[in-house]
């Protein structure tokens, strides 16, 4: 297989886990992980089909890596995050005269929490969160402190 990097790697100091999962057919095929415990069949969202997309799926890692990285910020600021914190990702497939292309929205919900503090909870989670680090400059965000 011709191995090609479209950027460089970041040097790295640990390496601390490493995914592998072969997709086939792309929007309507599946993807499994090297373990096992992915096992995910795809289809369009116009198709009617039964199998989720790439949007959904992440959507959904991205709110979980995102809500990993605020439980890290609350225990550095010493607070205690609510136990109904919620994350709606919402994640738009966009096209235009230059392509394909996408938007996203993270609609945070921290009841409860003074809303100085949760907005610097969440600004320092974005600031540290690696899925927010991999769109950044390259997909319009928007965090919204609902």
């Known amino acids: 297989m011709e191995s090609r990097k479209s950027s460089p ?10 995914a592998r999962v072969v997709t086939t057919c792309g ?7 090297s373990d096992g415990r992915l096992d995910v069949k795809y289809s369009r969202p116009e198709s009617g089909g039964i199998g989720t997309n790439p949007e959904q799926l992440f959507a959904a890692c991205w709110s ?5 990285a605020m439980a890290i910020i609350a225990r550095k600021m010493k607070i205690t995050i609510p136990e109904e914190l919620a994350i709606e990702a919402e994640v738009d497939l966009c096209s235009s005269d230059k ?7 993270l609609n945070i919900s921290l009841p409860d929490l003074d809303h100085k503090v ?13 899925y927010s680090k991999a769109v950044k400059g390259n997909v319009g965000v928007e965090i919204n402190l609902v």
């Open 27 to 33: 929007r309507e095929g599946a993807s499994r992980s």
């Open 99 to 105: 392509g394909f292309f996408l938007q996203a929205r």
């Open 64 to 68: 979980a890596s995102f809500e990993g």
């Open 118 to 130: 949760a907005l610097t909870l969440v600004n320092a989670a974005h600031l540290n969160c690696p």
């Open 9 to 18: 790697i970041r040097t790295r100091k640990e390496v601390l886990y490493t």
